[in-house]
């Protein structure tokens, strides 16, 4: 289906509740470098995440925990060098912004001094209010994050859909909330039930992106490895892949090492 909507040349925190305000859904998919950034953005994707997800994709580790704010920024810069359109915001790392405000405050200004980046994204709600706070005094916008917060996995134990009780369902609410009148310009809502996430979107006036969300809210995000099916072990029911660039990729490269094998390649023309 095609939709009418307003040309942006670049997005901005204004454009994306300008969007929610004209009914038009967000895009927002992850990037950690250079040459998957320019595809995204050439693709009119609205927000790119720089994902501390990296740590699984990239860095192939279990979790979001080991990866570090000097590893986030080298990720961060690497995209911006891409990016005309979309806005750009990039995870706080696990350990960087939990301890004290004036470390969030610190962690944000690198990333934003550093990597270019357009806005930092934090995970949690009343517990990290006063960090909030003191990055959005400094200038800084922040997307917040609750729901499954893969940097608590810990405390959770398991990725699974998160706040179907209504005790739990009722404290993200009063957090989506408080991020809201706080002024984070954005809230991404992960693995909770659809009907929560619909609920939370008319609450409140700044966008909510969904991941594993339903389609009641204002847009969507994925891990772009997924979408393009690059990961492959991967498999929640919310994901849609689009492609198997995996066993796409692999066959080319099999064809490279039988034609070198064969030396077929390279062949006349591809030599000097
Ligand atoms: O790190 C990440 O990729 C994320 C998205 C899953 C929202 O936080």
Same mark, same amino acid.
């Given at each position: 289906?095609?939709?009418?909507?307003?040309?942006?040349?670049?997005v901005?925190?204004?454009s994306?509740?300008e $969007?929610?305000?004209?009914?038009? =859904?967000?895009?927002?998919?992850?990037?950690?470098? *250079?040459? $998957?950034?320019?595809? #995204?953005?050439?693709?009119? /994707?609205?927000v790119?995440? #720089?994902?501390?997800? &990296?740590?699984?994709?990239?860095a192939?580790?279990?979790t979001?925990?080991?990866?570090?704010?000097?590893?986030?920024? *080298?990720?961060a810069s690497? #995209?911006?060098r891409?990016?005309? !359109?979309?806005l750009v915001?990039?995870?706080?790392?696990?350990?960087?912004?939990?301890?004290?405000?004036?470390? %969030?405050? !610190?962690s944000?200004?690198?990333? $934003?001094?550093?990597?270019?980046?357009?806005?930092v994204k934090?995970?949690?709600?009343?517990?990290?209010?006063?960090?909030?706070? !003191?990055?959005?005094?400094?200038?800084?916008p922040?997307?917040?994050?609750?729901?499954?917060?893969?940097?608590?996995?810990?405390?959770?134990?398991?990725?699974?859909?998160? %706040? =179907?009780e209504?005790? +739990? &369902?009722?404290?993200?609410?009063?957090?989506? @909330?408080?991020?809201?009148?706080?002024?984070?310009?954005?809230i991404?809502?992960?693995?909770?039930?659809?009907?929560? %996430?619909? !609920?939370v979107a008319?609450?409140v006036?700044?966008?909510?992106?969904?991941?594993? %969300?339903?389609?009641?809210?204002?847009?969507? /995000?994925l891990? /772009?490895?997924?979408?393009?099916?690059?990961?492959?072990?991967?498999?929640?029911?919310?994901?849609?892949?689009?492609?198997? @660039? *995996? +066993?796409e990729?692999?066959?080319?490269?099999?064809? *490279?090492?039988?034609?070198?094998?064969s030396?077929?390649?390279?062949?006349?023309e591809?030599?000097?």
């Amino acid at each position: 289906m095609s939709v009418a909507k307003k040309e942006y040349k670049r997005v901005t925190v204004k454009s994306l509740i300008e $969007m929610k305000k004209g009914g038009e =859904k967000i895009s927002m998919l992850t990037a950690y470098d *250079y040459s $998957m950034a320019k595809i #995204v953005d050439a693709a009119n /994707v609205d927000v790119i995440l #720089v994902g501390d997800s &990296a740590s699984n994709v990239m860095a192939g580790h279990e979790t979001t925990l080991p990866i570090t704010l000097d590893q986030m920024i *080298y990720h961060a810069s690497s #995209v911006i060098r891409a990016v005309n !359109r979309a806005l750009v915001v990039v995870d706080i790392p696990f350990g960087s912004y939990q301890s004290d405000s004036k470390e %969030a405050l !610190r962690s944000a200004i690198r990333i $934003m001094k550093e990597s270019g980046g357009h806005a930092v994204k934090v995970e949690g709600g009343l517990e990290i209010k006063d960090s909030i706070e !003191r990055i959005l005094n400094a200038g800084i916008p922040v997307m917040g994050h609750l729901g499954l917060t893969p940097q608590s996995i810990y405390k959770f134990g398991t990725y699974t859909v998160r %706040a =179907k009780e209504e005790e +739990e &369902a009722e404290k993200l609410i009063e957090d989506a @909330l408080m991020l809201e009148q706080t002024g984070c310009f954005a809230i991404v809502l992960e693995k909770i039930p659809a009907t929560l %996430a619909k !609920r939370v979107a008319e609450s409140v006036t700044i966008p909510v992106i969904g991941i594993g %969300a339903g389609n009641g809210v204002d847009g969507q /995000v994925l891990v /772009v490895h997924d979408l393009v099916g690059l990961t492959q072990e991967f498999n929640p029911r919310f994901l849609r892949r689009y492609m198997n @660039l *995996y +066993e796409e990729m692999g066959n080319a490269i099999s064809d *490279y090492v039988n034609d070198v094998k064969s030396k077929d390649f390279p062949n006349d023309e591809e030599q000097y």
